[in-house]
């Protein structure tokens, strides 16, 4: 395995570079990472069919293809979806009353209420 300190630096190609010699590619481009299914399992907790079924029903980012069998998700995309799913599931608008409470167990109340108890 080859390590950085033998790789020469990575230089922007010229078709990307400005007259000033800087990329013209905004930064965010520049540190775009990905992460394959089984870290997207573990950030989002979901099996890989739930992962799936959320894509095709549009509420999941899609993956980037890098082959004919290699995908892989961008961590920003990832991260905004979790992060809109927290404000989503903790949302007044979802809850517009009081928050509701745990209701204790209703053994007793719904034994007694059956014949055969």
């Known amino acids: 395995m080859l390590s950085d ?6 230089k922007p190609s010229d078709r990307v570079r400005t007259d000033a ?7 965010a481009l520049e540190e775009v990472s990905f992460l394959r299914l089984p870290d997207v399992k573990l950030v ?12 095709r029903a549009n509420s ?3 993956p980037v293809r890098f082959g004919p069998r290699t ?6 995309e990832i ?15 979802l809850n517009p009353g ?5 209701q204790p ?12 108890a």
């Open 98 to 102: 009081r928050k509701r409470m745990p």
């Open 105 to 116: 167990a209703l053994r007793e109340a719904w034994a007694s209420s059956k014949k055969w």
């Open 60 to 62: 999941f980012p899609s």
């Open 5 to 10: 300190q033998n790789l020469p630096p990575k």
């Open 21 to 27: 010699g800087r990329s013209a590619l905004p930064n």
């Open 79 to 93: 991260k905004q979806w979790a992060a809109e799913r927290v404000l989503t599931s903790r949302s007044t608008t």
């Open 71 to 76: 995908v892989a998700w961008v961590r920003s």
């Open 44 to 55: 989002t907790g979901l099996s890989k069919s739930s992962l799936y079924a959320l894509i």
